[in-house]
């Protein structure tokens, strides 16, 4: 059996929390070692002639209960290189995309990178600076300091859609497994094909652990920075996203 789908993505928009799901389920099979396996984004993989996915391979235990192997690793939709190598993997891969309002997924990760010791700069120092230190990385993205790159959701979708067809593309809300958790899970059951009936343990998404608030003049600005990304993604994946930006209309 090959890798059957991935949660590909975003980062901090509530990947955690979907693995923990879908391990509850009995017919599907996660890694057996680690959550994120990181295999197409890692540029040492495919770097030779002929790529080796057995080194992919043994993170998986399947056993005969097993329908589905999955993974999840949030940078696949970001990484440029990913999707293509995904689709010479297994060309008819399922996406699981959780996305979250870009302006509180940046935030989110900032206060991560903070806590971890990879980033000393304020938040707002750390988008201005943003296009500086991602630099860096070039040809590459950077894996740390991507805050607001990472947030524009649209062109990645859209790669995803147009490499994989939108009917293998499962696109989530943040708020649809707060709001609606079970009629979410249930979504990803028929999306993956496994039984319906299955219910784990419900948990919270994600925790706010900030030590202190976003300064409300940041958010506004960025809010209208990603408002026309946010329309565009609208339009692309039919869903109402107002909610994400309406409190800072464009002048």
């Given at each position: 059996m090959k890798v059957g789908f991935v949660i590909g993505g975003t980062q901090k928009g509530g990947t955690s929390a979907l693995d923990a799901f879908l391990r509850q389920h009995p017919e599907i099979c996660m890694p057996a070692d680690l959550k994120e396996v990181h295999f197409f984004d890692r540029e040492e993989m495919f770097r030779g002639p002929n790529v080796d996915y057995g080194k992919y391979h043994a993170h998986f235990r399947p056993n005969a209960r097993h329908k589905i192997i999955g993974e999840a690793s949030p940078i696949y939709m970001y990484w440029n290189s990913a999707p293509d190598r995904i689709s010479e993997y297994n060309p008819a891969m399922k996406w699981i995309l959780i996305l979250r309002n870009p302006v509180d997924r940046a935030y989110s990760a900032w206060n991560m990178e903070q806590k971890r010791g990879a980033d000393t700069l304020s938040f707002e120092e750390a988008i201005v600076r943003e296009p500086e230190r991602c630099r860096d990385a070039l040809p590459l993205q950077h894996r740390i300091f991507s805050y607001i790159d990472r947030g524009f959701y649209s062109a990645q979708v859209r790669r995803l859609f147009d490499i994989f067809g939108s009917k293998n593309c499962l696109v989530l809300l943040n708020e649809?497994?707060?709001?609606?958790?079970?009629?979410?899970?249930?979504?990803?059951?028929?999306?993956?094909?496994?039984?319906?009936?299955?219910?784990?343990?419900?948990?919270?998404?994600?925790?706010?652990?900030?030590?202190?608030?976003?300064?409300?003049?940041?958010?506004?600005k960025l809010t209208e920075m990603f408002q026309l990304d946010i329309q565009n993604l609208e339009q692309l994946i039919g869903r109402d996203l107002s909610s994400w930006y309406r409190n800072a209309p464009l002048k």
């Open positions: 649809d497994l707060q709001t609606a958790h079970e009629q979410t899970l249930i979504d990803i059951w028929n999306f993956l094909g496994v039984d319906l009936s299955v219910r784990p343990t419900k948990a919270r998404v994600f925790e706010h652990d900030y030590d202190e608030t976003m300064d409300p003049k940041i958010r506004a």
